[in-house]
């Protein structure tokens, strides 16, 4: 106490003596205020105050910063509307660049889009968008899976590359038609030829994985074909799309000659001594933990010396971002690394300035007149031809059904994202001219937005892929990978004797759409390990399914109704219908387990549905729901069935059909003596004397010591789950709850 008055003496005093020599050097220094400009004396203070206010307003960071908050306010707003419709999130943040730009801020609120986005200020927006596209191009080089293309590479390289020469071909005929009237007057035919095939061509890899995810499809034959073929596609389309820049700015193909042959010896100098190089490295941090700062500011250079080779020699930096991508080392846990420390930052700040920044330049007002809708209907119809015809008649020709073949047709008609880079680069370069540039920004929406409800109307055609089983069918919901084992164990006891007809379907969700969606499969086998292991033990097939979602408890029930599940069996925390963790407790444990719970940063656990997560699966699914609270790290042996009077009498025959392994005997029990009505012992003793080795009538619940046991499982329905929840005292001694909705 006397240190920290001592402590407070010393700051008094030195604040006393330093502020006033302070003001005796300012009053000093009076004697220059001659010098002082005379306006700054006339405005007074307020006035000075105001000037600078104004002046920080006008400043280029201030203007820029207020761009970045008004974009990224209105990317979350309509990526979340997209989402919602059931259209991919990134279409909401295209139409949101739109949205912000001449066509709709613009016309409407001009003065509003000039003083946001005065001219002068877009070339520090163009920048900063193009860094955004360096960094998203590196993390789609990372993306591509050479595995995958290796594993079908006779099928994905007839479709992928239908997918490019079919469209591109029909582009370039269809540049007869527009280039006189639209752009003979601001670029040869040439260049412009090729830029509008290499348009129609291309197909946006991230979208396709995302609505692939977003539709289960990514563990079937048809979702892995179309992921493929569509990483095929993206490779082969931006080493045509170097090749058309080259053509583009040097003019004819024998002047591009240089450049492309410089880009080969780029290429093969990244491959045969930059990626062994890297691989090597990477076979050193293999793991996230030793992966420190020196080394990532390595791999960095490494990007940004790709990038500015590839800027300088002629073909964009975007290409050389994407081959630094595609030559980092192949080490998944190192790629998770790097591409976790990029990823978010590109996709969630960068991305929405280049959408912001092409929709500034997206003037759909430029379609003015009947000729330019007609000549946006053709290269539409076009783009849909050329894509999704021709992937959906070389799906056809390699063996895969009319259903297939038209699904992936579909999934590569997805232009997106990818368009967006490509028609950047074309208006950039002064090849695509300002109406042609806003019609094919139309036909990138038009075919990407028109991929999930052609996807469903295939589905309603030709009928779902998964035929309904006459077979008992149990759906698996988990988060966290050790909850697949228990789910899985607890399902194989429950079912007993059904267990080996039965057909097992396990689906594990990480909450958050910033997942990479190509490494789905990835981070799907180290999610089912555990699963697998009880799986082996058990010797039971499982349909394993992994999906990213914003919207669990959404999915959750769309996916049970959609593989009409008998039963969703669903893990929660331990503390489910916990509501009060003191007061009525009697303090000492309910206070101790949530210290417990503070301290690892687990009051919501990713994958533990709480009761208001769980209530809206609950009523909104047909089929029946049971939810295994799991309170003990111990396999349970012993099984309780809780009855809460008469209510539960229809609990109790649906139960009848569960647990029929020969090891397995159920004891019946009450909350209380009173509780048992004659109907519901009448009910229970019938059940005993007709299978007294399954069932035993046991003592009530509150007296009933063996049923505290670490393993020990309680099996009540949901009614009567929350019946007991309103005696917390009670609640929280029980052991396991396996909580039961028929």
């Known amino acids: 106490m006397k240190r920290n008055k001592k402590n407070y003496g010393i700051y008094v005093l030195m604040l006393l003596v330093f502020g006033g020599l302070i003001y005796v050097a300012l009053q000093t220094g009076e004697r220059f205020s001659a010098h002082a400009v005379a306006g700054q004396l006339r405005e007074g203070a307020f006035g000075m105050f105001k000037s600078v206010i104004l002046n920080n ?20 707003l309509f990526s979340g ?4 419709i059931g259209q991919p999130g990134v279409i909401g943040e295209i139409v949101a660049g739109i949205v912000l730009g001449p066509s709709v801020l613009g016309l409407f609120f001009p003065d509003l889009f000039r003083g946001l986005f005065p001219e002068d200020s877009l070339m520090n927006l163009e920048l900063l968008s193009q860094i955004g596209l360096v960094l998203f191009m590196f993390v789609i080089g990372m993306d591509v899976d050479f595995s995958m293309l290796r594993n079908k590479m006779n099928e994905t390289l007839v479709i992928s590359h239908a997918g490019i020469i079919v469209p591109f071909f029909l582009g370039i005929v269809a540049s007869f038609w527009v280039y006189e009237e639209y752009a003979a007057g601001s670029t040869a035919f040439l260049p412009f030829a090729l830029f509008i095939g290499i348009s129609m061509s291309i197909t946006a890899f991230p979208v396709l994985a995302r609505i692939i995810q977003e539709r289960n499809m990514t563990r079937t034959p048809t979702g892995v074909l179309a992921i493929a073929s569509a990483a095929n596609d993206d490779v082969t389309a931006w080493c045509l799309l170097a090749v058309v820049i080259a053509v583009a700015k040097a003019g004819t193909f024998l002047s591009a000659l240089y450049t492309v042959g410089l880009t080969v010896v780029f290429i093969l100098v990244m491959f045969v001594f930059v990626r062994p190089f890297l691989a090597k490295i990477g076979r050193t941090y293999a793991h996230a933990e030793v992966i420190n700062k020196s080394f990532v500011g390595f791999i960095f250079l490494v990007l940004i010396v790709s990038a500015v080779t590839t800027e300088i020699i002629g073909i964009h930096a975007l290409f050389g971002a994407f081959m630094a991508g595609v030559i ?14 990029v990823e978010d930052v590109a ?3 960068f991305l929405p300035l280049f959408f912001a920044f092409t929709g500034l330049r997206t003037e759909i007002g430029l379609i003015n007149t009947p000729q330019l809708w007609g000549v946006c209907v053709l290269l539409i119809f076009v783009a849909i031809l050329g894509k999704l015809g021709g992937c959906t008649l070389a799906a056809r020709l390699v063996g895969e059904s009319w259903k297939d073949s038209f699904m992936v047709g579909t999934l590569m008609n997805t232009r997106g994202l990818m368009e967006l ?8 370069m002064g090849v695509l001219p300002p109406e042609v540039f806003v019609i094919l920004i139309l036909m990138a929406l038009t075919t990407t937005f028109m991929t999930t409800p052609l996807l469903k109307l295939f589905e309603r055609i030709f009928g779902k892929s998964g035929v309904a089983s006459a077979r008992l069918k149990v759906l698996l919901s988990f988060g966290r990978p050790e909850s697949g084992q228990n789910l899985l164990a607890l399902a194989a006891r429950l079912l007993g004797k059904r267990v080996a007809d039965a057909a097992i379907v396990a689906v594990h969700y990480t909450v958050g759409t910033d997942l990479n969606p190509v490494k789905a499969g990835q981070y799907a086998r180290n999610s089912f390990k555990p699963l697998n292991r009880e799986a082996r033990r058990l010797n039971l097939q499982v349909d394993k399914r992994y999906q990213v979602t914003d919207r669990l408890v959404h999915d959750i029930g769309k996916l049970a109704k959609s593989e009409r599940a008998d039963l969703l069996l669903l893990g929660a925390g331990p503390q489910f219908m916990q509501e009060h963790f003191s007061g009525w407790c009697g303090g000492k444990i309910p206070v101790r387990r949530l210290l417990q719970k503070l301290q690892r940063h687990s009051l919501r656990l990713p994958g533990e ?6 209530q809206p699966v609950i009523e909104n699914t047909e089929s029946s729901v049971a939810i295994f609270v799991n309170r003990s790290r111990v396999a349970a042996k012993q099984f309780f069935l809780f009855l809460d009077g008469e209510a539960d009498l229809d609990f109790l025959s649906y139960m009848r059909g569960y647990f029929t392994g020969e090891a397995v005997r159920i004891r019946i029990c009450f909350l209380a003596g009173e509780s048992a009505t004659p109907l519901v012992r009448q009910k229970v003793e019938e059940l005993v004397a007709a299978e007294p080795c399954r069932f035993l009538a046991d003592v009530p619940l509150k007296d009933n010591l063996m049923l505290y046991q670490p393993d020990s499982l309680l099996v009540l329905s949901y009614g009567s789950c929350l019946t007991l929840s309103h005696n917390p005292l009670l609640f929280s001694r029980l052991p396991s709850l396996l909580v039961v909705r028929q």
């Open 57 to 76: 307003l006008r400043g280029s960071l201030t203007v820029l910063l207020f761009q970045i908050i008004v974009i990224l306010l209105t990317v979350r």
């Open 81 to 84: 509307v997209f989402r919602f």
């Open 328 to 341: 980092m080392p192949a080490n998944s846990g190192f790629r998770r690394v790097m591409m976790e420390k």
């Open 347 to 349: 996709l969630v700040f």
């Open 421 to 428: 880079v490509a028609l950047n680069i074309g208006y950039e």
């Open 609 to 614: 549905l709480f009761r208001d997560k769980l």
